[in-house]
């Protein structure tokens, strides 16, 4: 069984410019989960989606940070207009139901912004 | 969810037993204890969770006190590559894991 697959494993973005960062879940898996770990510091929650639907967005900064879990494909996290704060590594996570079933988490998707 | 309290770090001999603690006092009654670690920039590994019971698996046991206050990870016979940041982890049958600074595990040859 294939886990949970992120890409690009590494991104360089200049200030401004869009990142689109992919997660596929692992199979069977229907919920998402995007954390971020900023350098030296701990994981933080950013955004919970099931297919097609946002359900717990409490962590995701207000502007110009925004995901989707389409019906069909990967799930989607996208910054705008990328600032040199938001340089960090981004985690995706899937379970296979919500509620207490554990998280896989994926390797990750390294951020940089120049 | 409950908050977790854990040392900062821990050292450990290789082939020997790891005991990691975790004070969770103000634990309800329906909140698991999750265990995770993260090995280097890796993305975290799941390692086990429990309810009330002792729970072991392949990894690790976990040691769950009676009152529920504080849990135990027991890695049986620790190597080189077990050393990371442990995260102990209380959580409501909600979905978001809430991670806190851990206890870095080094373990020693």
């Known amino acids: 069984n294939a886990g949970v697959m992120q890409n690009p494993r590494h991104l360089v973005r200049r200030r401004g410019q869009e990142a689109r960062l992919r997660c596929s879940p692992m199979?069977?898996?229907?919920?998402v989960y995007w954390y971020r770990q900023l350098p030296e510091e701990g994981l933080k929650f950013m955004v919970y989606?099931?297919?097609?639907?946002?359900?717990?967005e409490s962590g995701m900064p207000k502007e110009r940070f925004s995901a989707e879990f389409p019906k069909e494909g990967p799930s989607i996290l996208r910054i705008q207009q990328v600032v040199r704060g938001d340089s960090a590594a981004y985690f995706c996570?899937?379970?296979?139901?919500?509620?207490?079933?554990?998280?896989?988490f994926g390797p990750g998707t390294r951020l940089t912004v120049t | 969810d409950a908050k977790t309290t854990q040392p900062t770090s821990m050292d450990c001999a290789e082939g020997r037993a790891a005991n990691l603690p975790c004070n969770h006092s103000?634990?309800?009654?329906?909140?698991?204890v999750y265990w995770y670690r993260q090995i280097h920039s890796q993305g975290p590994q799941y390692i086990i969770h429990g309810l009330k019971n002792n729970e072991t698996n392949e990894m690790a046991s976990l040691i769950i006190t009676e009152d529920r206050k504080s849990s135990t990870l027991i890695l049986p016979h620790a190597t080189l590559r077990d050393t990371a940041v442990y995260y102990c982890?209380?959580?409501?049958?909600?979905?978001?894991?809430?991670f806190g600074a851990g206890t870095i595990l080094r373990v020693k040859s």
């Open positions: 989606l099931q297919k097609e639907n946002i359900i717990d």
């Open positions: 996570a899937s379970s296979p139901t919500g509620g207490g079933n554990e998280q896989y």
């Open positions: 103000t634990i309800s009654g329906n909140e698991y």
């Open positions: 199979k069977g898996h229907s919920h």
């Open positions: 982890i209380v959580r409501l049958f909600g979905n978001k894991l809430v």
